[in-house]
């Protein structure tokens, strides 16, 4: 089964959220704006809205945690870069949405999903609270009825981050989403789930249990 074929229940394709609104947003540090209608194929433009290089680099964190809690039913799996890791069901399988995502995960099954992007932190003058919101701010913008929870603060694996639960429509349904912001010593990492909005309640603390399992591998 390919990426085209999977569907959420409305048939909503993951492609079309994880691919084009997701990832234009986080990859290479550009911001823009995408019509969710032809999502798949908008070209991404760097220029339009980079952040401007800060003058002083961020200070490298102290060293994290890199072991990753595994439960039973539990495995772990390394991202592509071979800078994180995450302990995922291992129902669960790789999946292939972008070449952009660092790690793509997820069930056809049990209708869940999570992708993780990764770029650089340091051409940012942002800090971790204004790059969260600049993020949630564009993909705000691809979704009717958008419904954004206030940024909570949360630390994984030692690592400070930010997480927002969001929901939104497109036009084949409507999706619910935690997104949560990470920053590791070199990186901003970009953790995303994507479950239909019906199984949200259901499917939230499970979820945010895995997302804690994210490590930095220390490389």
């Not at 999977?6 to 048939?11: D, E, W």
């Not at 999502?39 to 980079?50: D, E, M, Q």
């Not at 919101?133 to 603060?153: C, E, G, Q, T, Y």
């Amino acid at each position: 089964m390919t990426t085209a074929d999977r569907r959420l229940p409305g048939s909503l394709p993951p492609a079309l959220l994880l691919t084009a609104l997701l990832l234009t947003a986080c990859g290479g540090g550009a911001a823009v704006e995408t019509d969710r209608r032809n999502a798949s194929s908008a070209p991404a433009s760097a220029a339009a809205s980079r952040p401007q290089h800060s003058s002083s680099p961020s200070p490298r964190p102290t060293v994290r945690p890199t072991r990753v809690p595994v439960g039973p039913g539990m495995k772990v799996v390394t991202a592509t870069d071979g800078h994180s890791r995450i302990a995922i069901p291992v129902t669960w399988s790789r999946m292939k949405i972008s070449d952009d995502d660092v790690l793509d995960v997820g069930s056809d099954q049990y209708v869940e999903y999570l992708d993780v992007a990764s770029e650089d932190k340091r051409p940012y003058a942002w800090d971790l609270g204004a790059y969260a919101k600049n993020m949630i701010n564009f993909l705000s913008k691809a979704f009717d009825r958008v419904r954004v929870s206030k940024p909570r603060r949360v630390t994984i694996g030692g690592m400070p981050g930010v997480q927002y639960d969001f929901q939104g429509e497109v036009d084949e349904g409507r999706v619910a989403m935690l997104f949560t912001f990470v920053e590791g010593a070199e990186h901003y990492h970009r953790i995303s789930t994507t479950t239909p909005a019906s199984r949200a309640a259901a499917n939230s603390r499970r979820l945010r249990a895995i997302v804690a399992t994210f490590r930095e591998t220390g490389r």
